[in-house]
Nanobody, 121 residues
Framework: VHLVESAGGSVQPGGSLRLSCVVS????????MGWVRQAPGKEREGIAV???????GYADSVKGRFTISKDYVRNILYLQMDSLKPEDTAMYYC????????????????WGQGTQVTVSS
């Protein structure tokens, strides 16, 4: 599976940003997908995941602010980020596990190239 994220960007605290990830090379619908981020000097953090039924899960750090979704027709995974905070600044990665359909974890074997999100005033 091949994953390509859209460009991230810079936004002020409290602002919004939507990331997208174009998926190709596999039957898009039938596996776990998610978003993982990594800030400088910090460990990688799984933040949002969606299974083959569309059930979602979020890290406590983003719950209520971020929304993961999938466009099955266009084969695109999205991450809508609202009420952004400076601590959301990180490289964001789209990821997938084509061998898993349910009980998704953040231990994904396939990754995009990453896109930078900066939240600063």
């Amino acid at each position: 599976v091949h994953l390509v994220e859209s460009a991230g960007g810079s936004v002020q605290p409290g602002g919004s940003l939507r990331l997208s990830c174009v998926v190709s090379g596999y039957d898009y619908k039938n596996y776990c997908m998610g978003w993982v981020r990594q800030a400088p000097g910090k460990e990688r953090e799984g933040i949002a995941v969606v299974d083959s039924d569309g059930n979602t899960g979020y890290a406590d750090s983003v719950k209520g602010r971020f929304t993961i979704s999938k466009d099955y027709v266009r084969n695109i995974l999205y991450l809508q980020m609202d009420s952004l905070k400076p601590e959301d600044t990180a490289m964001y990665y789209c990821a997938a596990d084509v061998s898993r359909y349910y009980a998704c974890s953040y231990d994904f074997p396939d990754w995009g190239q990453g896109t930078q999100v900066t939240v600063s005033s």
